[in-house]
């Protein structure tokens, strides 16, 4: 745990206890801070009060007394509506944070210089950052991941000068840490997300571009063309950006040609690492991924020999594109975490011969975007409350049943790839969020798993 002593001895408002949310709590508290916390959920409240935090309602607290509003991301801060709890500290004029900001404030009081990796996108950036650790890690560095990745930054060691700490950042998270300044910022890539928290694209943009904006160098993709403005904005204030390209370009940095990583400096373009054969980075989304991480390898000095080993020893990240079993000809890949259509479209750019399981609650667009795709497509299996939207859009295109349930759709795609001739893939990529049959895509992907487990004839992968 890194315990927080920027608050020590001063009163903070806590809002949310989820997994990350109890984490802050307690190291405010093993800092030193006055907690008071609070969440809707009475469960929440319970599991705090046994571990020693002080609850209460935040409503009935003196708020001018209060020094900080620590607020979980997943806690409206602006949209659609400001949290009651964001309201009240507003109104007494007290700030609203989050536990990446306390991470920072605590760095820059204890270890300033400690390397501080942090990385965003709207596609990519948990593969990135499990990537980016894994190389480290692979040439002997001591390596703390965490994040929006899945574990809470301040459960992590503390920063040091010897220690990376190298974490995922969501748009939420950096909305909260005002002076996130990393010694190396990532930023991969913008499509519509999230626009229901950030109100407008062009919010959602400027956001993420605070995570490269204070950073010592900046790791920038420039596949899209709000990516490429926050580089340029960058590189005019100072910042010494690298690029990164799945297309071939001029400006130095890295660029993926094919299965190739290709550096280019002032004077040259040399190939630095080749991912063909590697199954967990298949794919040119996984080639961005990689071209940031051999950057940001290269950056903190990490040899090409080594970068190269650790590539091609990363098992992948599980629910992305993970390949959980063979049955004979017929590949089954667990793709839960792909949640809108730019994100299914990774996959479906990777794959022919598809049997796409999709479905779920529906984001804006639905899967309009992937049209272009629908002739790598056998057949469809749609689940969850999209069923009639997405039918609408396959239909005359693409051959699809309404499976329901995801049981069902993996017994009728294991049924149909083990009646075809030749090599298919089973894909669950929903491009849905989870929320109307299951808690989050980790529990999803998790089922999926367990069923493919339990076909006749698999050979399962990490089982």
Known sequence: MTPVTTFSGKTVALFGLG?????????????????????????KMTEAAAK?????????????MVSALILSPGVPLTHP????????????????????????????????NAPFVAITGTNGKSTTTALIAHILREAGRDVQMGGNI??????????????IHVIECSSFQIDLAPSLAPTIGVH?????????????????????????????????????????AIADTCTAKGVKVTRISIEPMEAEGFFADGTSLVQV?????????????????????????????????????VSGEKIRSGLSTFPGLPHRMEEVGRIRSALFINDSKATNADSTEKALKSFDNILWILGGKAKEGGI???????????????????????????????????????DRAVEQAAADASATNGPSV??????????????????????????????????????
């Open 19 to 43: 997994g990350s949310g109890l984490v802050t709590a307690l190291a405010l508290k093993e800092g030193g801070a006055h907690v008071v916390a609070c969440d809707d959920n009475p469960e």
């Open 52 to 64: 020693g935090i002080e609850t209460g309602d935040l409503r009935q607290l003196d708020w001018s």
């Open 81 to 112: 509506e400001p949290h009651w709890s964001a309201k009240l500290a507003r109104q007494a004029g007290v700030e609203i944070i989050g536990d990446i900001e306390l991470f920072c404030r605590e760095r820059k009081k204890i270890a300033p």
């Open 150 to 163: 899945g574990t809470a930054i301040l459960s992590l060691e503390p920063p040091s000068d010897s220690r």
């Open 188 to 228: 991969l890539n913008l499509s519509p997300d999230h626009i229901d928290r950030h109100g407008t694209m062009e919010s959602y943009a400027a956001i993420k571009e605070r995570l490269v904006a204070k950073a010592l160098q900046a790791v920038i993709g420039i596949d899209d063309d709000l990516s490429r």
């Open 265 to 301: 400096t002032p004077s040259d373009a040399v190939a630095v690492a080749d991912l063909a054969g590697i199954g967990s980075l298949r794919g040119s989304h996984n080639a961005q991924n990689a071209a940031a991480a051999v950057a940001v390898a290269m950056a903190l000095g």
């Open 368 to 406: 309009e975007p992937l049209k272009e795709y629908f002739p790598k497509i056998r057949k469809a299996y749609l689940i969850g409350a999209a069923t009639e939207e997405f039918a609408k859009t396959l239909e005359n295109d693409v051959p699809y049943v309404r499976s329901g349930t995801l």
């Open 426 to 463: 089973v894909l669950l990529s929903p491009a849905c969020a989870s929320y109307d049959q299951f808690p989050n895509y980790e529990v999803r992907g998790n089922i999926f798993r367990e069923l493919v487990r339990t076909l006749p004839g698999i050979e399962a992968k990490g089982a």
